[in-house]
């Protein structure tokens, strides 16, 4: 092996340390669209799992005096058309929406798996 070529394989060893290619870095913190869906993916994640806990009131239940009501302090996101509190009804609902999101792709596989 002549000297040119040695010297240029320790320079790209060099470049190349194994500890430079492993450092942890931190996807969020480098792209503001990233971290934006990763919050809403996470707020998504509370929601599902805390939603009967955090939500203020019955679903259900209906109050037509307070309809089409914009958020404030007591209804963080509003009435709906009948009344009833946005919050409580995202809430109570993304359980479910959350076992769609994961069983449709799990049966999905499941099926080509099969095929």
């Known amino acids: ?3 040119a070529r040695a010297a240029s394989i320790a320079r790209a ?5 194994r500890a430079d290619r492993w450092k942890p870095r931190s996807v969020a913190g480098e792209n503001a669209l990233t971290f934006a869906a990763f919050a809403l993916f ?5 929601l599902a799992l805390a ?10 239940a ?11 302090a007591s209804d963080w996101f509003g009435a709906d058309a009948l009344g009833r509190d946005i919050l409580s009804r995202r809430g109570s609902s993304q359980r479910g929406a ?10 999905t596989a ?3 798996h099969d095929a």
């Open 42 to 46: 996470t707020g998504l994640v509370v």
């Open 62 to 72: 209906s109050d037509t005096s307070v309809a089409l009501q914009p958020p404030s």
């Open 110 to 112: 499941r099926d080509h």
């Open 1 to 3: 092996m002549t000297n």
């Open 13 to 17: 060893r060099q470049g190349s340390c």
């Open 98 to 107: 959350s076992q769609c999101r994961v069983s449709a792709p799990t049966a």
């Open 51 to 60: 939603g009967s806990w955090l939500a203020p009131c019955d679903p259900l």
